[in-house]
């Protein structure tokens, strides 16, 4: 199977940061990426107020159930 990376999830960027952290803690490598911060580290002003987070396809089944039960905590 080919390797590619997935969006797993979009929101505001603090709830990626947060959902990344607890993938990394199950020992799956994650992709940030924040269009506004970038932005901002670039000098340059964006007005998105979201950020996608992105993982291996390979690294799906084994996320599920950790993505499920985040959503099912923020959405309380």
Do not use: C
Request: charged residues 30%; without cysteine.
């Amino acid at each position: 199977m080919m390797q590619e990376h997935v969006k797993i999830f979009t929101g505001m960027p603090i709830i990626a940061s947060r959902l990344k952290t607890i993938l990394e803690q199950a020992e799956i490598p994650t992709i940030l990426k924040d269009e506004a911060e970038s932005g901002r580290l670039a000098g340059f002003g964006s007005h998105s107020l979201s950020a996608q987070l992105f993982i291996l396809n390979t690294d799906l089944e084994k996320a599920k159930p950790i993505i499920e039960t985040y959503k099912k905590e923020i959405e309380e």
